[in-house]
């Protein structure tokens, strides 16, 4: 009885251990990228056959032995009912081996990287797809989406400001018809689902779509209001290719801890904003310095210190700094905290020097994130829509994606 009990109480240490040892891993793995080759393109939604390359960084640089897996998934993300085989050339699951560490860095890491398709893995089948990166212990670090698509059918997206008259100010509708001569659908309805994602974020989607007129070979979908997304704001955005002067919206500089620490131009709250035009990238990043040759590696991390100025705290609310590189999650990190002494919230997250857009979100007690409550909300915002096309006929196996529509808002519609 006894050695049952020790045994149980291994076991239960080992479990809590793994768990302990996955969240410090999770901690420690920054500046996470799964993108085509081409520079500038951000978005993990590409033809089938295109090369994606996932890359991240471990701050612990110790080389440890990380591998990716990759899973089929349907158009609502759950598993697939394919097999491995079926949609993989070659190995689902492989380690990850072009592994470098950083060069002339005050913070020291390793850079991993793989690209997909590789020699061990070749993708057979478009769809939507989930990537783990798995540690020693087979435990999940993180997972990244991403869709790939056959061009089977043309989808032509159109963006205008919303006809509502009470939204007529603050949203976009998102129009579309999908296009497929070569393709016979019998029933629309049961076989074709669409997602509409909004600038790559997979927090913002719209689903559960049928069309509303249907003409030979052709779906439409225009809708007035169950199509509507709220318009948002520009992102907000600072540069760091520069550590040791000031650049683009930096206003202080400091070194401390042997690391440099930034303090980012403060943004005020006012619920009063009006619009303004200022170009940006759509809450996403770039990693690049002009203190290194190869940004990858020779790009140093530095604390960055975000403020935002409020009269009052957000009553029952939680206040976030939000984007691509925190994969426009909500954590602790991100997480700022309010000063009643100076009336302002602060935090400050360690972040690889290049090109930034982020905003800042709230989140009340039902974890429902408001985006435009503090940066507020306008048609006029430059937007960018995906149209994801999933085709899945009668006794078929899984949800092809027989075609991607790309859309951006232009103020004279």
Do not use: C
Not at 195 to 210: A, G, P, V
Not at 373 to 384: A, K
């Amino acid at each position: 009885m006894i050695n049952i009990f020790v045994t149980m109480l291994k076991k239960i240490i080992f479990f809590f251990f793994s768990i302990f040892v996955s969240f410090l891993n999770a901690q420690n793995i920054k500046t996470i990228q799964l993108r085509p080759l081409q520079e500038n393109n951000f978005s993990s939604i590409v033809p089938l056959g295109t090369v994606l390359e996932l890359s991240f960084d471990d701050l612990d640089a110790d080389s440890k032995n990380y591998q990716y897996k990759i899973e089929h998934m349907t158009h609502d993300w759950q598993k697939s009912r394919l097999l491995s085989s079926q949609y993989i050339n070659g190995f689902d699951q492989n380690t990850i081996i072009d592994v470098t560490n950083s060069f002339n860095t005050l913070q020291s890491y390793t850079h991993y990287s793989v690209k997909i398709p590789n020699t061990n893995t070749i993708i057979t089948k478009s769809g939507n797809y989930l990537l783990s990166v798995l540690d020693a212990h087979d435990d999940v670090v993180f997972t990244r989406r991403f869709v790939l698509y056959e061009n089977a059918s043309t989808v032509g997206v159109s963006v205008i400001r919303s006809r509502n008259t009470k939204t007529l100010n603050t949203q976009q509708t998102i129009q579309f018809s999908v296009n497929h001569p070569n393709i016979q659908i019998n029933s629309p309805s049961q076989e074709i689902n669409v997602t509409i994602i909004k600038n790559n974020n997979w927090n913002e989607t719209i689903t559960d779509l049928q069309p509303t007129f249907f003409r030979p070979n052709q779906l439409l979908y225009t809708y007035t209001n169950k199509t509507n997304f709220w318009g948002g704001n520009e992102y907000l955005n600072f540069d760091t290719k520069i550590l040791r002067n000031r650049s683009v919206n930096i206003v202080r500089i400091m070194k401390e801890n042997n690391l440099f620490n930034l303090t980012i131009y403060p943004f005020t709250y006012n619920p009063f904003r009006e619009y303004t035009y200022n170009p940006d990238i759509n809450g996403q990043f770039i990693i690049r310095t002009l203190e290194g040759n190869v940004a990858n590696t020779e790009a140093d991390y530095a604390k960055m210190d975000f403020i935002l100025e409020a009269e009052q705290p957000f009553k029952d609310k939680e206040v976030y700094v939000y984007g691509a590189f925190n994969n426009f999650e909500i954590s602790e990190e991100n997480k700022m905290h309010y000063n009643p002494e100076n009336k302002t919230y602060t935090t400050s997250i360690l972040l690889k020097q290049g090109f930034y857009n982020y905003t800042f979100v709230t989140l009340d007690d039902n974890n429902i994130i408001n985006t435009n409550e503090i940066n507020g909300s306008f048609f006029e915002t430059e937007n960018e829509y995906n149209v994801i096309v999933y085709f899945k006929p009668f006794g078929g196996l899984y949800d092809r994606v027989i075609g991607v529509g790309l859309g951006f808002f232009n103020q004279n519609n």
